[in-house]
T-cell receptor, first 116, second 117 residues
Framework: AQTVTQSQPEMSVQEAETVTLSCTYD???????LFWYKQPPSRQMILVIR??????QNATENRFSVNFQKAAKSFSLKISDSQLGDTAMYFC?????????????FGKGTKLTVNP | NAGVMQNPRHLVRRRGQEARLRCSPM?????VYWYRQLPEEGLKFMVY????????ESGMPKERFSAEFPKEGPSILRIQQVVRGDSAAYFC???????????????FGPGTRLTVL
């Protein structure tokens, strides 16, 4: 079974600075996807970024980028130029590719606070 | 294009009653997933459905919980004889079926917060 670990329960950052959230996972699969979801106080789950395991290039979406280290099973999220609206819970998630079941396995989350 | 819709947003039930949670996937999406989030926890997978089929229910409790996704209408997660431990946020997600692929990003609804008194 796959597991996802987020070792930082809480983090804070000053507005306009950069912060990195850690995520490690454990799997014997070779083909999979990794995701970061954001859950603001509204509790809506919002997709931030996704990475296909077969791609070596790290995914980027505007101010959000990942550092995907497949051999180390590490998938960290970097937020540049942090904004107050980035304050939220951030969840790392794993999805096995194929096999009939495409469920997401989530970590416990990191609570990020952006301070003015 | 409307997103994933869930209703009700908040549901209060007394112990022993039934709870019905509804999910309408995004237009064009034929895959529906249900997740449960306990307080201070991440989301936990419950069940994966396609139209008229349960594909994976490995995360569903064996008793009192059931799910369906009929040919017409929303997906329903039903909890019979609710207990206080069922209090949680229940999220539905949907994904499209793309030609030549079996996996794609899941888009989440706003969730239903169930409180059992």
């Amino acid at each position: 079974a796959q597991t996802v670990t987020q070792s930082q329960p809480e983090m804070s950052v000053q507005e306009a600075e950069t912060v990195t959230l850690s995520c490690t996972y454990d799997t014997s699969e070779n083909n999979y996807y990794l995701f970061w979801y954001k859950q603001p106080p509204s509790r809506q789950m919002i997709l931030v970024i996704r990475q296909e395991a077969y791609k070596q290039q790290n995914a980027t979406e505007n101010r959000f980028s990942v550092n995907f280290q497949k051999a180390a099973k590490s998938f960290s999220l970097k937020i540049s130029d942090s904004q107050l609206g980035d304050t939220a819970m951030y969840f790392c998630a794993f999805m096995k590719h194929g096999g009939g079941s495409e469920k997401l396995v989530f970590g416990k989350g990191t609570k990020l606070t952006v301070n003015p | 294009n409307a997103g994933v819709m869930q209703n009700p947003r908040h549901l209060v039930r007394r112990r022993g009653q039934e709870a019905r949670l509804r999910c309408s996937p995004m237009k064009g999406h034929s895959h529906v997933y249900w997740y449960r989030q306990l307080p201070e926890e991440g989301l936990k997978f419950m069940v994966y459905l396609q139209k008229e089929n349960i594909i994976d229910e490995s995360g569903m409790p064996k008793e009192r919980f059931s799910a369906e996704f009929p040919k017409e209408g929303p997906s329903i997660l039903r909890i019979q004889q609710v207990v206080r431990g069922d209090s949680a946020a229940y999220f539905c997600a949907s994904s499209p079926r793309l030609a030549g692929t079996r996996t794609d990003t899941q888009y989440f609804g706003p969730g239903t917060r169930l409180t059992v008194l």
